[in-house]
């Protein structure tokens, strides 16, 4: 059974460049949620989808977008890259009606130059 | 909102001894779950063990317990018999009804061989 998954692991990008990350949920999770991870911090919410909507989203700008599919899987974007925005992306899965447990990706480090 | 707190940036432990990691929350809620996540090198945050509020006893998976004070809103993890594995940033988090994880800024722990 596959665990979440993230695509790419590493990213560079130029400030100003827009980027989109994507994540597949675990197998027969619903729930996708999105966190950014700055270095020597926790992670801090970003948004969470389900049903294809934006259920609910945390203190992040609009640059910040994200879309889910059919399928479940997700993707979050972001325009007009800043160099704050440099950190580890996670991504979490879980099953809104379940046992609340989110269950997380590899992440992907984008490094903004 | 709700809030974590963990106050001790760095913890160390002999190997094959036992520690315990402090966490502090804040909440108006009376239902909601706390975790413990490691996040070793790798970047994987890995869920270590879980807690329901409405639930007076305290929860345990092997070598990993938690002390929770519900009234006190304190949620400590302890590990025992410490392995060289165990060395990671351990983090508190808070959930209400699936919602967003709120996360403390972490505990590094070192295990000293």
């Known amino acids: 059974d596959a665990g979440v998954t993230q695509s790419p692991t590493h990213l560079i990008k130029t400030r100003g460049q827009q980027v989109t990350l994507r994540c597949s949920p675990k197998?027969?999770?619903?729930?996708v949620s999105w966190y950014q991870q700055a270095l020597g911090q926790g992670p801090q919410f970003i948004f969470q989808?389900?049903?294809?909507?934006?259920?609910q989203r945390g203190n992040f700008p609009d640059r910040f977008s994200g879309h889910q599919f059919p399928n479940y899987s997700s993707e979050l974007n972001v325009n007009a890259l800043l160099l704050g925005d440099s950190a580890l992306y996670l991504c979490?899965?879980?099953?809104?009606?379940?046992?609340?447990?989110?269950?997380f990706g590899p992440g992907t480090r984008l490094t903004v130059t | 909102a709700q809030t974590v707190t963990q106050s001790q940036p760095e913890m160390s432990v002999q190997e094959a001894e036992t520690v315990t990691l402090s966490c502090t929350y804040d909440?108006?809620?009376?239902?909601?779950?706390l975790f413990w996540y490691k996040q070793p090198p790798s970047r994987q945050m890995i869920l270590v063990i879980r807690?329901?509020?409405?639930?007076?006893q305290n929860a345990t998976e092997n070598r990993f317990s938690v002390n929770f004070q519900k009234a006190a809103k304190s949620f400590s993890l302890k590990i025992s018999d410490s392995q060289l594995g165990d060395a990671a940033m351990y983090f508190c988090?808070?959930?209400?009804?699936?919602?967003?994880?709120?996360f403390g800024t972490g505990t590094r722990l070192t295990i000293i061989p």
């Open positions: 979490a899965s879980s099953i809104l009606a379940g046992a609340y447990e989110q269950y």
């Open positions: 197998s027969g999770h619903d729930t």
């Open positions: 989808y389900y049903e294809e909507e934006e259920r």
């Open positions: 909440t108006s809620e009376s239902d909601y779950y």
């Open positions: 807690q329901e509020a409405y639930k007076q």
């Open positions: 988090a808070y959930e209400h009804e699936n919602e967003k994880l709120t």
